[in-house]
């Protein structure tokens, strides 16, 4: 299977892919900080009819996230926030049977269409709470491991959100750490 990680240079999702055996390649118009030898330097837009099986797109969020929302008048006007959603539509629209673009809550939602999942790192084992949006073209929705869930707890009052009963991470199961961090079966599922 040939699966190509857009706006990637860390190499962190490829070399994952890589490990598991498929034929994984990023890209990015940043160099990689990995090795190079499966990293495509350039527009990812130029290599989406190359024949792959899987997209995974981590498309820049600066232009579209909510969390930026106080900027949104400046960048509709010199037409930053439309460029950004070309380029998530193109990627969305690409040939490849298999898609899966990630980016937290943003206009996405409301200019392209709603995400078809949303899921928080506690639920894969780490402390954090950020929603991260995915939507999807044939992957099954990513699932969380029931043993590698971070308990909840009700909130203290009403204006505090709830937070993890505790932050160590000890308790997590062997099985559900990697390189001494916890991580779900995102990829258990491909």
Not at 51 to 57: E, M, R, S, T
Not at 61 to 68: I, P, R, Y
Request: with cysteine.
């Amino acid at each position: 299977m040939r699966v190509l990680v857009a706006c990637e240079y860390s190499a962190t999702v490829r070399d994952a892919f890589r490990a598991r055996g498929f034929d994984a390649w990023s890209c990015d118009i940043l160099p990689t900080e990995c090795d190079p030898q499966w990293h495509i330097q350039g527009d990812c837009l130029a290599v989406l009819h190359q024949g792959w099986d899987l997209l995974i797109a981590h498309p820049p969020c600066t232009d579209l996230a909510v969390s930026g929302a106080r900027h949104f008048a400046a960048k509709i006007a010199d037409g930053r926030q439309q460029r950004a959603l070309d380029f998530v539509q193109a990627l969305l629209d690409a040939p490849i049977p298999s898609i899966a673009l990630e980016n937290p809550v943003s206009v996405i939602s409301s200019k392209i269409r709603k995400p078809d999942q949303t899921i928080q790192p506690w639920q894969f084992g780490h402390g954090e709470t950020k929603a991260t949006c995915l939507w999807l073209k044939k992957p099954a929705k990513a699932e969380a491991d029931k043993h590698c869930r971070w308990p909840r707890t009700a909130c203290a009052s009403d204006a505090a959100r709830a937070k993890p009963l505790e932050r160590a991470q000890p308790h997590v199961p062997r099985y559900c750490r990697r390189n001494g961090r916890p991580v779900g079966r995102i990829l258990d599922r491909i």
